[in-house]
């Protein structure tokens, strides 16, 4: 007989490990959300990286509780993410108890759940879904927890007022200038940064060609940037997707390498593009360290 307790108990462990990080307030957060709850009714079709997709045949949890990603929505290619991924980036988003949070692509709500264990009762976690469907999904499965607002809408317009966190969960070429107005100060963002393939077509024009998660921490001297891991995430729609040619030029400093070596967020960008891993007429990322950045390069 299978102990759901001890099943996520061990899978947390795991995901933790996986990423390579330390984590007691993620991993418990881990341990204590039952994925199965956000998935839809089973059986479920689970991607593995080496053997692709795979059509579970019963309700059996287990095989969910790997470093797998679950399908939502086959056709759009939306799935509920690598929970290792994400057992990294909540690790580098530093969320505490008590802390105001948006999560930007909520999905149907498993790692925004995660967000409302960190922060707590006194804490907040705004939740922004642009799919209707999952949206209606998420508020259905977040009932639990009483301190998230799912919202649908475009995460471009969000938040309304300052938070702590903002955790991006799809990939974005062109950053909202709302996340980084009202991003408090000692407060953290991190998302994926890519656009599709060039010239893709079918399932590959809804993923990332290139992705680079990004922490960026509002600090005293500005915006510090550090890069996290390289990933392939579900694709931006709308305004935060990017005009065309600004997706060839992410795409190019993407070929050209060295996103690894990004210390800071500019905006408005310096006049000149020379020290800058990516520049463009709104914002750029520099290579530049700001005078409190006490990170060293990779």
């Known amino acids: 007989m299978i102990d759901p307790s001890a099943l996520r108990c061990n899978y947390a462990a795991r ?10 307030a993620v991993e418990r957060a881990l341990a204590h959300v039952p994925r199965e709850d ?16 795979i059509a579970l045949t019963d309700a059996d949890p287990r095989p969910l509780y790997e470093d797998v990603l679950v399908v939502l929505d086959r056709a759009r290619g939306l799935n509920n993410g690598s929970p290792s991924l994400h057992a990294l980036m909540l ?5 505490h108890s008590g802390d105001r949070v948006l999560h930007v692509g909520a999905g149907a709500g498993y790692y925004t759940a995660m967000l409302a264990e960190l922060v707590g ?6 939740a922004i879904e642009y799919d209707p469907d999952l949206a209606k999904a998420a508020r259905a499965n977040l009932r639990p927890w009483p301190n998230v607002t799912v ?23 062109d950053p909202a200038a709302r996340w980084i107005d009202n991003l408090s100060v000692g407060g953290t963002l991190v998302f994926p940064l890519g656009t599709p393939p060039t010239h893709a077509r079918g399932d590959a024009r809804w993923h990332s060609g290139h992705g680079s998660v990004l922490a960026c921490t509002h600090t005293a001297s500005g915006i510090v940037v550090r890069h996290l891991t390289h990933c392939a995430f579900v694709c931006a729609e709308g305004s935060l997707a990017g005009t ?9 400093a993407f070929l050209h390498g ?3 070596f990004v210390r800071s967020y500019r905006r408005p960008p310096p006049p000149s593009p020379e020290r800058c891993w990516f520049w463009s007429p709104a914002w750029a990322l520099s290579y530049d360290t700001l005078s409190c950045d006490t990170h060293g390069a990779p």
């Open 15 to 24: 995901m933790l490990s996986i990423a390579g990080v330390a984590d007691a």
């Open 38 to 53: 956000f998935l839809g009714p089973p059986p479920w079709t689970i991607l593995d990286q080496t053997v692709g997709a």
């Open 91 to 95: 690790h580098h988003l530093d969320v």
């Open 121 to 126: 009762t006194q804490g907040s976690v705004i």
């Open 151 to 173: 919202v649908e809408g475009d995460g471009a317009d969000w938040p309304d007022g300052p938070v702590e966190h903002i955790y991006v969960n799809f990939a974005v070429a």
């Open 244 to 252: 065309p040619a600004l997706q060839e030029a992410l795409d190019r």
């Open 258 to 260: 060295g996103v690894e």
